[in-house]
Each structure stands twice: as C-alpha cells, then as structure tokens.
C-alpha cells in the first residue's frame, strides 16, 4: 500500500487546524428574534376557518339535502370531529404563530418554528444559491410576502419565512443577494 | 475515408448518432407502458371477447404514434457550440433552446448499454454546476465523435475558466485523462462480494411476499382443517415447519438475487484515480463510467456487516454534489474495499493532518431508552394480542422481531459518535456492522436543530447537517451541546473562502 500511495496525485488540501475556543464565538442563543406580521396569524386563523366552515357545509349538504343514508346515522359525529379537529387547528395555528421568528445576522439568517415540534434552521449567506419573494394572491390581500432561500443542500434545507410585509422581503431578499455576492468576487 | 477520422468542429448544429432513434423509441415507450400499464394489463387478462379488437386497434396506434414522435423528435434535435456555450436545440411541437456555458460544464460521463456496444456508440453525459436541470444527456453519438466532443468541451471549458480569476480555475480544474488505478475487482472478488452482502435487506421484501401467498394458501388450507377437526397444537407445527422451508428459501433466493446484481453492476471493475478526482469503470452489459470530481465530493462514507468484516471488506461510497437530492447515481459506489483503501482515498482526499484532534462523544443513552421504550411496549400489546386470540405462533415471531428491532437499537445508540475538529465532522455509526460519514465542515449548506416535546422536557435535540449531497444527522445530544457545534460550524463555514464546488 505505500508504494501504491507515493504514485497517487493528491488533492489540494491546505488545512489550518487552530484551537476554537467555544465561548468567544458569536453566538445565536441570545439574539433578539423579530415576530412575523401579525397579519399572517390572520390569514392563516381565517383560512383556516374558512377551510373547516366549507368542509362542513358540504357535509350538511350531504346529510340533509342528499340525504345519504349512512349519514343520516353518523353524521353528527363527523359533524362534532370536524368542530373539534377545527378547534385544535385554530389552537396550533394561534400558538404556533408565536413560535415562528426569524434573526438577521452579518452573515447569516436564522429561523425558528414549531409548536410541539420544534426547529431552527440556519443557513450562512455564502452557501445561499439564489432568493425569492414570491406574493400570491392571498398574501397580497393581507400585504403578505414569502421570502424564499435555496441552497444546493435540496429541498429539506430550503427556508421559507412566510409573513413578510413585501418591503421587508425585498430588503432582506436585496440583503442577502448583496452579501453572497460580495463573498463570490473577494 | 473512414467515420471515425471525420473531424467534427461542432460549430454547425450537428444530430445524433442515428442509432438514437433507437434509443428514443425505447425511451418513449418506456413513458407509454409506464403511464398505460393498468389499460395493459386490462387488455391482457381480459378473456377474448369482442371488445378486444377495439383495445388492440388503440394499442397500435398508440404505438405508432410513439414512434413517429420518437423520429420527429430525433430530427429536431441538435447540439452545436458557440463562442461560450453549448447549445442545444429541441422539442416537437414545442421547440426549446439550452445553452450551457462551458465553465458550467462538470463532468462529461460516457455510458454504453448493450444497444451501444453493438453500434459502437455511447451516451454522453453532461454535469453541470448550480442550475436546477443539473444534468442531461445525449442518447447516443459515435464513439469518435463523442470523444472529441468531450475533448472539445474541456479545452473550452478550461480556457474559459482560465480568463477567469485565478482561484476559480484552481477550484475548477479540468478533468484530466490520465488515470491511475487504485484498484480492480476480479471475478472471485465480485462473488466473494456477492456472498457477504446485506441478505437480510434484499431478502425482506422476497420473505414478506413469501408470508403473504404462505397466508392466502393457509386461509384455504383452514377450512379444510377445521372439517377433519385438526388441533390447534399441530396448526403450530405446520406453521413452524413452512416457517423453516420459507427462511431456506428466502436465503437461497436472496443470495442469488444479490450475487447476480453484484456481478452485472460491478464487472471488471476499475476505480482510478486521475489529479483531480476519481473515476469507476464496471458493468456487464451496461457499462458505467462515472467521475467525480475532488470538489464535487461533499461526503464520503463506509460501512461493512458482519459478514463483510469477517473476510475485511467495506464498501465505499463517494457522495457528489446533486440537485436531485441524493439520487444514487451521481454517488459512486466501490464494494469490496479493503481497509488500506479506504484510508488511501481518505487521505488522498482530505490529508491526513485533517483527522488529528479529534475526540469523539457518545449521543445521549435516552436514545435508546426513549426508542426501545416506545417499540417495546408498542410490541408488548400486539404480543398480548395475539396470545389473547391463541396466536402463539405470531405471537413468538413478534417476539422474535420485537428482540431485533430493541437490539437494533441498542446497537445504534452504543456505536454512534461524533467527532471534528476545525477542518472535518466525522460520523461514525451502524448497528450489526460499522459505518463512517466523513464530510468537510465547509461543505456544509445549512444547519438545523429539531425537538421533539419530549427531547425539550429532557434538553435534548437532533442536530441535522444538510449538504449538497444529502444530510447526515446527529441524534439526542445536550441542546446546549447543538447550540455550541452550530455556532462553530456557521464560524467556520462563514470565514472559509473555499469553494464548496
């Protein structure tokens, strides 16, 4: 095995190997985190209304207009799931808005979220391949916007902060954009 | 004047091979069965009545129509080079135009099936960095032509790096063609190979169809019981007896199934190494050639089982870089490795002075506790269940898997460890074998912490580190612990001006 080693090119390695001392390095445990727009938790509290109140009209209708047999026997205890898978829902989507916050760094941009669940997910700037602010027709209602951050790391890493007025989301998104590029020409 | 001494300059749109109409018929039709097959197999197991004609009149001109798109489609198709970029030209009813720079280009990988070998032609296959469509591919071109195309594109590619500043051309280099071998797998090696692969893997999915015709035979077999009034007792005896034929088998089929694809996969294997990366060459009928690139590798990893330690063999895997997340085929995958090997491509990839301090941390033992805990008490009622209802046999294989997945376990959280030091993260893992993740913490394209309810009551938390290649996770560690590794991994992905590709 040694001769064969000797012949192998060898790939650029130029390593620097210094101590890191943990507690002097920037940390993200103690940033102030901003709160999305509160707008967002009333969408989303509406959407899901709307969502749930739709589900039970048609149910109704299927009941009592219809009249389809087997629901005539259970439909009230769809109907009482329906109010309370709606209620839970109502919950989760109240307590987990307050959950959702993201922090701004010089290099970085760190966002949390979860309920029970929890996540927070951190990408550096100069691994950002490209950002998006994307307004759908529902957000431009609420003067919503998304903000959209690809990596090469795929889907599972991609970030995406909903419920952003679109002036912050442009300013971050030209933030960021700026950043990866001044990292690409030094 | 023969084909091969034509010389191609490519800067007018030049076509295919015309053997890849070929291959696109076969492409197409691979689309049409595919989205068709239920009407297919209604068509086959119907019993011949009228309404056959009507089937087999649309069949055919189904087909028909496939083909004729299939050669439009050849004729539609062009590839030719400009000042900066490959350019290609395609569609049937709606044209479309790719054009790739030549400092986007990757790798070119040639690929030849049967089909190919018989015409003396190969696939070409072009990677390119970034761009969503990171990959795509010409059907078939002559092997003259191909070569020179690759050729062509490299000194391209190079040049236009080259007026680039000088550290992309350094991250970027071309590929170069001279290779050196690392190693060659014989014969006898591939069916040694073969014999010790993971059995139990492949031979799952045959054993769970096995039980199932086992259990649709034995439904009939039941009725036919109960009237000559069989005990209960000799049910079990029945049960055990097919039980011991089903493993025989399902070892037998299993162990045919992995030799055969080891030895068609991996035939006549060669792993090289060139200046700058590393290439495989194997294959029976279809024979693969696919490099990587030092800075294309983002992962390397290793693992054996028990049988592969016992003859001291692993199997190597080198993960690219990919837009598809981690399809299998951009990583390269050497069996058969032996431990100098191993550590050859390791150091030859990342030096050794990149391994020095560093100390490895066990994961938390609520792991294992938390985990076994839940299946074991998940097991323990089916258990009861099925003793409730007299199904002692069932009852003994839950049992049975009940110990496995809980050793399993066990086995995972003794064995994982991490460890890293400025320059690598590393590792290390498995439950009945070994298995080593080695990654560059450059390389690294983001970083989450994820809790469960009950990690939170407890302080703990998984860390994932996701990369271009795919992610690789650390469970139930200290979250202030988490809090530490991901403030020294944005620290030290933040400062490096090293390009991750």
């Known amino acids: 095995m040694e001769e064969k080693e000797e012949i192998l090119y060898h790939s650029e390695v130029s390593f620097k190997n210094e101590q890191l001392d943990e507690s002097t390095l920037p940390t993200m445990a103690f940033l102030e985190y901003s709160p999305l727009e509160k707008n967002l938790l009333k969408a989303d509290l509406i959407w899901t209304i709307l969502f749930f109140s739709i589900g039970i009209l048609i149910l109704l209708f299927l009941q009592y207009y219809i009249r389809i047999e087997w629901l005539l026997n259970f439909g009230h205890w769809i109907l009482i799931g329906l109010i309370a898978l709606s209620i839970l829902s109502l919950l989760v989507v109240y307590f987990g808005f307050f959950k959702k916050s993201y922090a701004i760094r010089e290099k970085d941009i760190i966002y949390n979220s979860g309920l029970f669940w929890r996540s927070s997910v951190a990408i550096p700037f100069n691994r950002v391949q490209h950002c998006e602010v994307a307004i759908g027709p529902i957000d431009r209602m609420f003067e919503l916007s998304e903000l959209k951050i690809f990596t090469a790391g795929g889907a599972s890493s991609d970030l995406t902060i909903e419920g952003l007025t679109p002036e912050t989301s442009n300013r971050l998104k030209d933030y960021i954009v700026n950043k990866t590029g001044i990292d690409e020409e030094e | ?501």
């Open chain 2, 1 to 501: 004047m023969r084909k091969s001494d034509v010389v191609h300059d490519f800067n007018t749109p030049t076509r295919q091979s015309i053997v890849a109409i070929l291959m696109i018929i076969i492409k197409t039709y691979r689309v049409l069965i595919g989205s068709i097959w239920p009407l297919l197999l209604v068509f086959i197991f119907k019993d011949g009545n009228s309404k056959s004609s009507y089937w087999m009149f649309f069949l055919i001109a189904a087909a028909f129509l496939g083909m004729i798109y299939s050669i439009i489609n050849y004729f539609r198709y062009y590839f030719y080079l400009n000042k900066e970029e490959l350019v290609i030209e395609s569609g049937v009813l709606k044209r479309s135009k790719l054009n790739v720079p030549f400092d986007r280009i990757q790798t070119i990988n040639f690929e030849q099936n049967l089909i190919h070998r018989v015409f003396n032609v190969v696939r070409l296959k072009i990677d390119t960095a970034g761009s969503a469509k990171a990959e795509f591919q010409f059907h078939a071109i002559d092997q003259s032509t191909a070569n020179q195309l690759r050729n062509m594109l490299l000194a391209k590619r190079n040049a236009a790096t080259k007026s680039d500043d000088k550290e992309t051309t350094q991250s970027a280099q071309i590929e170069d063609t001279r290779y050196k071998t690392i190693m060659q797998l014989s014969l006898t090696d591939l069916i040694k190979a073969g014999a010790v692969e993971n059995h139990l893997r492949s031979g799952a999915i045959i054993l769970a169809f096995l039980y199932w015709i086992w259990q649709s035979l034995d439904d009939a077999q039941m009725n036919i019981d109960q009237q000559v009034g069989e005990t209960v007792t000799s049910q079990i005896g029945t049960g055990l007896y097919l039980i011991m034929v089903l493993v025989v088998v399902f070892f037998i089929l299993s162990f045919i199934v992995s030799m055969v694809r080891m030895v068609f996969t991996n035939y006549d294997l060669k792993f090289m190494r060139s200046k700058n990366g590393f290439k495989i060459n194997a294959g029976l009928f279809t024979k693969k050639d696919v490099s990587a690139l030092d800075h294309k590798i983002q992962v390397i990893s290793w693992g054996d089982n028990p049988l592969k330690k016992l003859i001291g063999i692993k199997d190597l895997r080198l993960k690219q870089a990919s837009s598809i997340v981690l399809n299998k085929r951009t990583s390269i995958r050497v069996p058969s490795c032996s431990e100098a090997h191993v550590n050859l491509v390791r150091d030859t990839l990342y030096g050794k002075e990149s391994f020095k301090e560093i100390d490895f941390h066990p994961i938390d033992k609520r792991y294992f506790y938390r985990n076994g805990g839940i299946l074991t008490l998940i097991f323990a009622a089916a258990i009861s269940t099925f003793c409730y209802f007299q199904l002692f046999l069932q009852a003994s294989v839950a049992g049975v898997i009940a110990f496995f997945v809980v050793l399993t376990f066990y086995l995972s959280y003794r064995k994982k460890r991490y460890g890293f030091n400025s320059e690598m993260l590393v590792i290390r893992g498995g439950a009945y074998g070994d298995k080593t993740e080695i990654l560059p913490i450059y390389k690294i394209q983001s970083l989450s912490r994820k809790q469960t309810p009950y990690q939170r009551r407890n302080n703990l938390a998984n860390l994932v580190i996701h990369t271009a290649a795919g992610k690789v996770a650390i469970p139930y560690i200290n979250e202030h612990r988490v809090q530490q590794i991901m403030d020294t991994f944005l620290y030290l992905i933040e400062r490096d001006r090293r390009k991750w590709m």
